[in-house]
């Protein structure tokens, strides 16, 4: 059983949220006080926000039940998965890179699979590819200079995605560049299930800043219920 109802108890009227990023267990403390319904521990090297196997069991103890811890990996090996999902069973795991249907299956674990989007037809596509995934999680395709798939502030072309996005078989987790500013807007177009933000709610990459964490929840919760 997973802890939190992450991607679960979808309602009409409400969008859920993800913080992804946390570095510290303080900063986790702290956000915990807050009503987020997941936060994100990017197990990816290469990532500002990177959060070595050996942290996270003081990370994760900071998270209350009510809150879905979500464990990040890029092409992780198929160990790495299933020694994550033996050690923290009750977590989700997010794929953010190029993962087959198989690898992201492999622990049983609630899984969702990330999808840089391009063009129209991508989040379709990858509905159909990962028909076991919780939700799919669209992000905007990598600035050329960036380190990693993920966490860069880039927002991608919303409105491209609209069409497919009503007619998802899957809840959509909508990410990239998303801040207390244009979660409204981002929540009219899409009406996503979700909402999974980083660097708009930091200070510095992996702290996250509690007033923009708070702000972004408000912005996003006040759109969903007009929407
Ligand atoms: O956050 C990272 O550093 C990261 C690294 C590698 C792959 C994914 C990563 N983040 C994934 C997320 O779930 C982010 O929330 C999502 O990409 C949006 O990030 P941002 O545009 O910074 O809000």
Not at 61 to 78: G, S
Request: charged share 20%; proline share 8%; net charge positive.
């Amino acid at each position: 059983m997973m802890q939190g109802s992450f991607l679960k108890n979808l309602r009409a009227g409400r969008v859920q949220v993800k913080i992804c990023g946390f570095t510290r267990p303080e900063n986790v403390r702290e956000a915990a006080a807050l009503s987020a319904d997941a936060f994100g521990f990017v197990l990816f090297r290469k990532s500002r926000r990177f959060v070595p196997e050996e942290a996270l069991e003081a990370l994760l103890a900071e998270v209350p039940q009510r809150i879905t811890p979500v464990l990040l990996l890029v092409d992780p090996e198929p160990e790495q998965v299933l020694r994550l999902s033996k050690k923290f069973p009750r977590v989700m795991l997010q794929f953010h890179g190029g993962e087959s249907r198989a690898l992201c299956e492999l622990s049983g674990l609630p899984y969702m699979k990330a999808v840089h989007f391009r063009q129209p037809g991508d989040l379709a596509r990858a509905a159909r590819d990962y028909p076991t995934a919780s939700g799919i999680l669209a992000d905007c395709p990598a600035p050329d200079a960036a380190a990693a798939p993920g966490g860069n502030g880039a927002a991608f072309d919303w409105e491209a995605a609209r069409a497919e996005a009503a007619g998802l078989p899957l809840p959509l987790v909508l990410a990239g560049g998303l801040n207390a500013s244009n979660a409204p807007r981002a929540v009219r177009l899409l009406r996503p299930a979700a909402l999974d933000v980083s660097s708009g709610v930091e200070k510095s990459p992996g702290i996250k800043d509690m007033i923009k964490v708070e702000q972004f929840l408000v912005s996003a919760r006040s759109a969903a219920n007009l929407a």
